[in-house]
T-cell receptor
Framework: DGGITQSPKYLFRKEGQNVTLSCEQN?????MYWYRQDPGQGLRLIYY???????QKGDIAEGYSVSREKKESFPLTVTSAQKNPTAFYLC???????????FGAGSRLTVL | RKEVEQDPGPFNVPEGATVAFNCTYS??????FFWYRQDCRKEPKLLMS???SGNEDGRFTAQLNRASQYISLLIRDSKLSDSATYLC???????????FGTGTQLKVEL
């Protein structure tokens, strides 16, 4: 079955550490996105990529980095510069830019 | 004014009731509209796209009112399994970006 796989599902990090969240899709979608969700807030766009080897900052990119070396993969690194990284991170993809999104199951990051 | 606004709820309704949610958007150039459903601690899943003429999928009906800049979701004959948070998503034109509302929580009770 086609879909998006995110890993790990749960991650605990000490302050000052970088962590990388994996996102892999086999839907053959060109566009991929990373969102962050905090309690009581809507999903906020961190980074997006419309095509391989290209990506753009979203609304809250500070403290995050991404790469898009393969169509299927769009990993997100949460760096130590991100001041409040504890959140639910969702990766998504779409066939057309800014159209119907398919989400992965999410990665829940907790900073200890 | 927020780009996309929803009443957070919760809406507590008895099983079998009809319930409706609205979602207002600020950018009149918005072109695409969607409703997603999100269960607790899970990922959002597409419930339905919203078309200009309105559309229906079983017990769910979505409407678009461009003049007043809102979309609505009507759920008939509510089931316990409909309990979830319903997210409104708008393609806010301009930068061709999807903006999410904060969601409306629905609780269907016996």
């Amino acid at each position: 079955d086609g879909g998006i796989t995110q890993s790990p599902k749960y991650l605990f990090r000490k302050e000052g550490q970088n962590v990388t969240l994996s996102c892999e899709q086999n839907l053959n979608h060109d566009a991929m996105y990373w969102y962050r969700q905090d309690p009581g807030q809507g999903l906020r766009l961190i980074y997006y990529s419309q095509i391989v080897n290209d990506f753009q900052k979203g609304d809250i990119a500070e403290g995050y980095s991404v790469s898009r070396e393969k169509k299927e993969s769009f990993p997100l690194t949460v760096t130590s510069a991100q001041k409040n990284p504890t959140a639910f991170y969702l990766c998504a993809s779409s066939m057309q830019w800014a159209n119907v999104l398919t989400f992965g199951a999410g990665s829940r990051l907790t900073v200890l | 004014r927020k780009e996309v606004e929803q009443d957070p709820g919760p809406f507590n309704v008895p099983e079998g009731a009809t319930v409706a949610f609205n979602c207002t958007y600020s950018n009149s150039a918005s072109q695409s509209f969607f409703w997603y459903r999100q269960d607790c601690r899970k990922e959002p899943k597409l419930l339905m796209s919203v078309y200009s003429s309105g559309n229906e999928d079983g017990r769910f009906t979505a409407q678009l009112n461009r003049a007043s800049q809102y979309i609505s979701l009507l759920i008939r004959d509510s089931k316990l399994s409909d309990s979830a948070t319903y997210l409104c998503v708008v393609n806010t034109g301009g930068g061709n970006k999807l903006t999410f509302g904060t969601g409306t929580q629905l609780k269907v009770e016996l």
